[in-house]
């Protein structure tokens, strides 16, 4: 990706944030980012609202339009495909355990998790970090493909270690980084790279 | 009594109950049930003194295979079945178990010792040769994600089990032993191993607990609830667990197995169906969970199966509990004289009751609606709006003060703006663990998924009432119903007992006199603001004081007063603040 898809590609990941954030998801500079993004709100691109970027209609299509451009060779690579693979195996199991840290099953019936249990909350948090050790080769593949992607792994130990330390927020808290928040993005940013479509 | 069958392994039977250190949390559980005098499938504990010993050479002790063997032997003998053969063939589950359940330790492995043999043993025996096929799948995929640390797609279930080998060894480089003495042995070894995994060595760095405690492996006799018309396996609640009503609760299933009740498959039977089948281990049942909840003090949760018409229990827990059941099984257990007022009021949280007390459409109500759509109810809760299909201008017209439900075939990230703004959602396609089920529940937003193509879209326009709890979306706005808690009894039972034990007095109305009102101060609503607005202030309202947090800040601030409604909740979290505060003192110290 040249320096400009990358980072209209960080504002379709990170809606309505800030350069800085964008600059995070995808390794640029928070200063070359902000110019960037300045450029390409000039030009129609972008729209700026309460210092945050969003594409506009335009700059999404311009945006999809070049992924398979700069991607081919990401989208040929069979140890890459391979790696994606296993994300979405294990893609499943997240869903399903953070599912299960915000849903309690009693007598067949789901009713909301109050994290009244301690003990229940503890066992989910255990998947949670069974899984964050099971997916780190499959990362380190990834990263092989794609090296900005190893940003990922430090924002999913960083929220899996919140999360463990007692701030159960880090699991699956919308408005921060957490477990959840980061995955998901993880997640969008391969389904844009390998022009893949999310089925739910 | 439990029995040293070598240096390093025990039997567990009744008696006296052995060191809790020794064995960990798992065979002294099971040896307390023992103890008891319910009936458990029979178990061997390898001790925590084999693990230590393993820690510091890095090889398991020379005598621990005979020893192994002996373990075997004695399961063998109190089961009546044989470890790797048939006709009636014994398999193993193998969990780990130190005397504190920490993070990072090995899952269970389930199926133990099948192999091609024990298969076909199995299915002579159960006359179910597709139940055989599935165990050994069963076990071979527990093995390479558990024992090999794999990460496996799905073994299919009309494959062979040479097939499934093949996928492993192709994933993993190693292949799965077929020899039941070499597979209990890497699975043993596993457990010690993952003693210094990760998350166990934080865990214990953090919580002060030695490294050289060492984890004990429990290895247990399976049970089979599928092998005549005299077994089954079924989910039993002490108490309903929903309802919170002082009556067993659960399911039956004959002929099966638990996995087969968890996977959906088959439909489970109400309790009374075993009742009728089989009423002696019915009775004795229904005595092991008043025994269960009589000795631990709360509700149990107790998974059995029956093989041949005998009883086995599997596992006790205290019952996980929906929130009117949990306000219930408080009140009533101080009635019946098995817990005290404090530990009731200590068992129901101030969120429990604010879901008890969160507003709902009435069952009439719902009853004479017309309903738009249905799908699977994501996340619990009611609202009422316009439905827009596009998440900018739901966003925009939230912002601008009106209220819309969010309709969409599926959500994504781009999203998230528009469901934090709207009052309910919706969505076409997904189910409960969809991205849009996953964001409500995080967002506490009503949210039906799943209602299927060009439904909820289509309704674009349209003044609609999303019921998160019933799954439906009916037309019109509906009336919403805000309980009350000073009417219902239970709820009004525990403010007595709260209120009596409370560290600070919390009024429905605010009393005469001086008092802060953080709806008027700045930053009044923000938790992380309070601890620095409230000191010097005895009464006060508004603004967040009535959260979990905003309570713990006036406690510590020496708030005497607070006014809220309801009072429960904020009661409740009084009492949890204190609790906590006693906590860490004692630590301090």
Redesign the interface.
């Known amino acids: 990706m040249n320096e400009m898809h990358l980072a209209l590609h960080g504002v379709a990941i990170k809606k309505h944030a800030p350069a800085a954030a964008v600059a995070a998801v995808v390794g640029l500079s928070a200063e070359r980012t902000e110019a960037l993004l300045k450029d390409a709100a000039a030009s129609g691109r972008l729209m700026e609202a309460q210092g945050g970027y969003a594409l506009t209609p335009a700059g999404r299509m311009i945006l999809d339009n070049q992924y398979s451009r700069f991607c081919d060779a990401l989208r040929e690579d069979a140890a890459f495909i391979k790696a994606y693979e296993r994300f979405e195996r294990v893609n499943l199991e997240l869903k399903q355990i953070v599912t299960d840290w915000q849903t309690l099953e009693v007598g067949g019936q789901k009713v909301r998790n109050d994290h009244s249990n301690a003990d229940y909350d503890a066992e989910v948090l255990d998947r949670l970090g069974d899984l964050h050790e099971r997916f780190a080769p499959v990362l380190a593949q990834l990263v092989k493909g794609l090296p900005r992607l190893a940003r990922y792994g430090r924002a999913l130990e960083h929220a899996l270690e919140q999360a463990e330390a007692g701030k159960i927020e880090w699991v699956s808290e919308v408005r921060i980084e957490s477990y959840h928040t980061v995955w998901f993005e993880l997640h969008e940013d391969l389904l844009r790279v390998l022009g893949r479509v999310r089925e739910e | 009594m439990t029995q040293f069958l070598g240096e390093f392994l025990l039997a567990i039977e009744g008696g006296a109950l052995p060191d809790r250190n020794l064995i960990g949390g798992k065979a002294w559980s099971i040896a307390r049930m023992r103890g008891l005098g319910l009936s458990v499938p029979p178990a061997v504990v390898i001790t925590a003194r084999a693990c230590t010993a393993f820690l510091d050479t890095g090889e398991l002790p020379p005598s621990l295979a005979a020893e192994l063997d002996a373990g075997i032997a004695w399961l063998e003998a109190a089961s009546g079945a044989r470890f790797g053969a048939g006709p009636q063939p014994l398999l193993v589950s193998v969990r780990s178990g130190a005397a504190i ?1 920490m ?3 090995m ?1 269970t492995v389930l199926n133990l010792g099948i192999n091609d043999d024990t298969e076909a043993a199995l299915a002579a025996l159960s006359g179910d040769a597709a139940f055989a096929s599935d165990t050994h799948r069963r076990f071979l995929d527990l093995y390479a ?1 558990i024992v090999l ?1 794999a ?4 073994l299919a279930e009309d494959a062979t089990p040479e097939r499934w080998r093949q996928t492993i060894r192709e994933e993993t480089g190693e292949a799965v032993p077929t020899d039941p003495r070499a597979q209990l042995l890497n699975a043993v070894q596993a457990v010690f191993e993952s003693w210094n ?3 166990a060595r ?2 214990r760095e ?1 919580h002060g607990i030695p490294d050289t405690l060492g984890t004990a492996v429990t290895v247990q006799a399976m049970v089979f609830g599928n092998l005549d018309a005299q077994s089954g396996t079924g989910v039993l ?1 002490s108490r ?3 309802t919170g009503e002082p009556a067993p ?1 659960g ?1 039956y299933l004959a002929r099966a197995q638990g996995e087969d009740v968890v996977s959906g498959r088959f439909t489970p039977q109400p309790l009374s169906a075993l009742a009728d089948q089989l009423p002696a281990v019915h009775a004795e049942l229904l005595a092991a969970a008043e025994t269960l909840e009589r000795e631990n003090g709360d509700v149990q949760d107790i998974e059995f199966t029956i093989q041949q018409g005998k009883l086995f229990l599997l596992q006790s ?7 009117p ?2 306000v219930r099984f408080a009140v009533d257990m101080v009635k019946e004289g098995r817990i005290d007022e404090a530990t009731a009021v200590s068992r129901v ?1 101030a ?2 009751v604010r ?1 008890v007390l969160s507003p709902c459409v009435s069952d009439a109500d719902a009853a004479a609606a017309t309903v738009l759509a249905s799908g699977e ?1 994501a ?2 809760g009611v609202g009422v709006g316009e439905v827009v299909v596009n998440t900018d201008d739901a966003e925009r017209r939230a912002l601008a003060g009106e209220q819309v439900v969010l309709a969409r075939l ?1 959500t ?3 999203d ?2 528009g ?2 703004a709207c009052q309910a959602m919706a969505t076409e ?7 849009a ?3 409500s ?3 506490g937003k009503p949210c039906v998924v799943g209602c299927g193509v060009d439904t909820v879209t289509a309704l674009a326009g349209q003044i609609v009432t999303v019921d998160g709890t019933r799954g439906k979306i009916y037309a019109g706005a509906l009336p919403v119903i805000a309980p009350d808690e000073n009417a219902d009894p239970l709820l009004a039972t525990l403010i007595r007992w709260a209120e009596a034990r409370s560290p600070i007095t919390v009024l429905a109305t605010p009393p005469a006199g001086p008092l802060l009102d953080l709806n008027t101060v700045s930053g009044g609503e923000d938790e992380d603001q309070l601890p620095a607005l409230l000191p010097g202030h005895t009464v006060v309202k508004g603004g967040a004081i009535a959260s979990e947090r905003g309570v713990r800040a006036a406690l510590a601030a020496g708030v005497t007063t607070l006014c809220a409604s309801p009072r429960l909740p904020v009661l409740l979290a009084a009492l949890e603040a204190q609790r906590q505060l006693q906590t860490n003192t004692a630590n301090d110290k």
Not at chain 2, 151 to 154: A, D, M, W
Request: charged share 25%; proline share 8%.
């Open positions: 359940s993070p990072g330790m899952d994600r640390k990460t496996l797609p799905e995994s990760r998350r934080k865990y953090h609640f309903n667990p929903l609760y399911e827990r205290s019952a996980k509990r929906a929130p059941a949990a949280t969120e429990q879901v109810a996340c619990q599926i994504s990230p781009d998230v703006h469901m934090l396609r997904g189910g409960t663990t969809s991205h089920a996953v964001v529940r995080a967002l």
